[in-house]
């Protein structure tokens, strides 16, 4: 399994982390937060008056994964750019600062940052987050994954397991959302898992029955990381978790004393 990161970035800035197994190409978008060691807490609000779409994050995505992409893809064709070697974005949830990269806007008409692309989410997530009373607490949903059914772009799970290729599968994870998941990758002879938003501080590591005050039902959510957590650390898998500090965000689990502690690569 082979996984590149951007240079660290100051917190609330937008970070990304590439990923490439075999001929498929995906990213996971990754906002950086400081750790509270409390057993509840809440992540800083998002302002709809900053930045609606994408919960206050700044950057340019394309920009930021432009010297991880493809370079020569199209290179006799002038139709086909770096960007469309990604040919997935796979949700974990539907918050905003997970899915604010869907789409950008040119005269009021929404177009994908990866145009051959399959947007993935989960059932549950859907349903949850397009509700009426979904759509009036999360406005972005209107103007970042709605469009994506219209696009024909959207690929929505009915299944809470999916194999998207013999390297990567997405599994179950919810607590933090109805229908959050997580990406498993099985590469190279390594294993790894893209965690979302199922860890928000290292603490959890050590202290898994912590929960964000913003996971929709906390006991579900740390039931996810307990068995996470346990997987992980018996089949020692690479981790991916975006909302760690900048530099620490992909790392491993390591005993120390017969405690639980994060290991960053």
Not at 13 to 27: A, E, L, V, Y
Not at 98 to 117: D, K
Not at 228 to 245: K, S
Request: proline share 9%; hydrophobic share 30%.
């Amino acid at each position: 399994m082979r996984c590149s990161r951007t240079s660290p970035t100051p917190p609330g800035r937008i970070t990304q982390t590439p990923w490439k197994t075999g001929n498929s190409n995906f990213t996971t978008e990754c906002s950086s937060s400081r750790p509270r060691n409390t057993s509840s807490w809440s992540t800083p609000a998002w302002d709809p008056a900053r930045i609606p779409d994408r919960g206050n994050i700044t950057g340019n995505l394309y920009e930021e994964l432009r010297p991880h992409l493809e370079s020569n893809v199209g290179v006799n064709n002038t139709n086909v750019g770096p960007s469309d070697s990604v040919n997935y974005i796979i949700h974990t949830h539907l918050h905003g600062d997970h899915v604010g990269w869907n789409l950008r806007y040119s005269g009021g008409m929404p177009a994908p940052n990866f145009r051959r692309a399959r947007y993935v989410m989960s059932r549950p997530d859907y349903d949850y987050f397009t509700s009426a009373e979904g759509r009036q607490r999360f406005p972005y949903i209107d103007r970042q994954v709605m469009p994506l059914r219209r696009l024909r772009l959207q690929q929505i799970l009915e299944e809470p397991e999916h194999t998207i290729s013999d390297e990567i599968s997405i599994a179950p994870a919810p607590g933090h959302t109805p229908g959050h998941q997580v990406v498993l990758i099985n590469s190279n002879g390594q294993r790894g898992v893209v965690m979302g938003d199922v860890l928000h501080t290292i603490a959890q590591i050590s202290e898994p029955t912590w929960c964000a005050g913003v996971d929709t039902d906390k006991e579900q959510s740390a039931a996810s990381r307990g068995r996470l957590l346990d997987a992980a650390e018996e089949g020692d898998w690479i981790i991916c978790a975006g909302h760690f500090p900048p530099g620490k965000q992909i790392g491993k689990i390591a005993r120390v004393d017969g405690k639980r502690v994060w290991q960053p690569l």
